[in-house]
């Protein structure tokens, strides 16, 4: 069956670091882009980051460019979202989802993707 597992998530201080991991299993990991997408309580699920498994074409939100970087290792299967400089605004849960065929357009528009993965709580202090 199709997982997508989220993991690396944790309570950090304000300016620290997290590395989120994505491991995809059960579909053929190049033909889809991987998302980050996170959800604080009472808000919508917000595109973070995407990337291109297959050509390595990088998306970010305004709110984190500078700060998150995405990348994939094609061998693992596997999409990693580097976290530096944190704010206790970047606080929720971290989701990863893969879209079949998707490149620029349409990155961040949560009902083009095909499968999610359930989440890692991130939670950022000052």
């Known amino acids: 069956d199709v997982q997508l597992q989220a993991s690396g998530g944790g309570l950090v201080q304000a300016g620290g670091s997290l590395r989120l991991s994505c491991a995809a299993s059960?579909?053929?990991?190049?033909?889809?882009?991987i998302g980050w997408f996170r959800q604080a309580p009472g808000k919508e699920r917000e595109g973070v980051s995407c990337?291109?498994?297959?050509?390595?074409?990088?998306y970010y939100a305004d709110s984190v460019k500078g700060r998150f970087t995405i990348s994939s290792d094609n061998a693992k299967n596997t999409v990693y979202l580097q976290m530096n400089s944190l704010k206790p605004e970047d606080t929720a849960v971290y989701y990863c989802?893969?879209?079949?065929?998707?490149?620029?357009?349409?990155?961040?528009?949560?009902?083009?993707?095909?499968?999610w993965g359930q989440g890692t709580q991130v939670t950022v202090s000052s």
């Open positions: 989802a893969a879209a079949y065929g998707l490149t620029g357009l349409g990155w961040g528009v949560k009902n083009l993707y095909d499968y």
């Open positions: 059960g579909f053929t990991f190049d033909d889809y882009a």
């Open positions: 990337i291109s498994s297959s050509d390595g074409s990088t």
